[in-house]
């Protein structure tokens, strides 16, 4: 997926603080962008904002559907390019044929992980196939350390299984949950899950201590550790605990994806569909994408032309900083 964006200002909604909900989780919400052309599909964006650049390694997240294609035209992402990082396709609904420069035609469904590694350049299309009448889903992006922002670009697919837990279900598609785990290697330690609770259960998941945790509720009314979420928002977690409560206060089924990992103690530049570490890196591959290098390679079977990078803006592009995380204190610590 390829991000419009030249700013970002979203904001922060809490921390929260209801009842017992624990005082550290933060509610980040979204912002609503288009995607594509006339017809534009309209994702929601809670990573990055002012608020929070990263979760771990994750660095970007959209969110969207339900989404009538009939009515919005579908998803049709023309071929861009990626650096430093590794784009993370999840499905509800719908279905994607992703293209790209490695030579890969392969299709996104529910409940299976397609995952790509941009490294020192990439390019791919996303377009939502014919059968598609309803797309849901989530695009992520993992941020590559420094010593691995140059990898060779790689694409991988999994089918995690569903683990049944006491009141719903976890499908694991990166690092390890609920004595499951992930085949697909990443370059930082990650969590990537989704999450189905029945009608008014609770479900305490052991988790790493070392993580910051990020839940992204899909559907229905959640508590993070005691802190109301709803549809479409975000809560973060930071490190320090071994588990994690989540609740599901609706009459309906809910589902969120849980996203985690170490804090990301490098700063990154973001900007256009780039992640580097410098203003001049950034240039560097915008202007190797227009020159069409072969850096980035090129991607076969697209009806249309690629997509042409933004202007770049008129100041120098600076890291995004990330607040450092303040680790559960025991009780009673002044």
Not at 51 to 76: K, N, Q, S
Not at 153 to 169: K, Q, W
Not at 271 to 286: K, L, P, Q, T
Request: hydrophobic letters at 40%.
């Amino acid at each position: 997926m390829s991000n419009p964006e030249a700013g970002l200002a979203e904001q922060l909604r809490g921390p929260a603080r209801d009842g017992d909900a624990d005082p550290q989780v933060e509610v980040l919400s979204a912002r609503d962008v288009p995607l594509g052309g006339p017809r534009a599909m309209t994702v929601r964006r809670t990573l990055p904002q002012r608020a929070r650049t990263l979760i771990g390694a994750w660095c970007f997240a959209d969110h969207y559907g339900p989404d009538d294609v009939a009515e919005t035209g579908g998803m049709d992402v023309a071929p861009h390019p990626h650096t430093g990082l590794q784009t993370v396709s999840w499905l509800f609904s719908g279905e994607i044929e992703h293209r790209d420069s490695l030579g890969t035609r392969a299709f996104v469904r529910p409940g299976e992980l397609n995952l790509m590694t941009g490294g020192h350049g990439i390019a791919h299309s996303e377009v939502s196939t014919p059968a598609t009448t309803v797309l849901h889903g989530v695009q992520l992006w993992v941020a590559l350390p420094g010593e691995h922002r140059h990898a060779e670009r790689a694409f991988h697919h999994h089918v995690p299984g569903a683990v049944p837990l006491d009141g719903g279900e976890v499908r694991v598609f990166l690092g390890s949950l609920a004595g499951d785990r992930s085949p697909v290697p990443t370059f930082t330690p990650l969590l990537g899950a989704e999450v189905v609770l029945q009608p008014r259960a609770t479900v305490v998941l052991a988790v790493d201590e070392r993580f910051e945790h990020g839940l992204l509720v899909d559907r229905g009314e959640v508590r993070m550790a005691g802190t109301p979420l709803h549809p479409a928002e975000l809560g973060y977690l930071a490190p320090g605990h071994a588990t994690l409560t989540l609740a599901n206060t609706s009459d309906g089924a809910a589902r969120m994806i849980l996203l985690g990992g170490p804090p990301f103690d490098e700063q990154i530049l973001m900007w256009w569909n780039f992640v580097g570490r410098s203003h001049e890196e950034i240039v560097r591959a915008r202007e190797e994408w227009q020159d069409a290098s072969d850096r980035f390679g090129e991607v076969v079977g697209y009806d249309g032309d690629r997509l042409p990078a933004p202007s770049l803006p008129n100041a120098v592009i600076r890291p995004r900083r990330n607040p450092a995380p303040h680790p559960r204190l025991p009780k009673g610590t002044p």
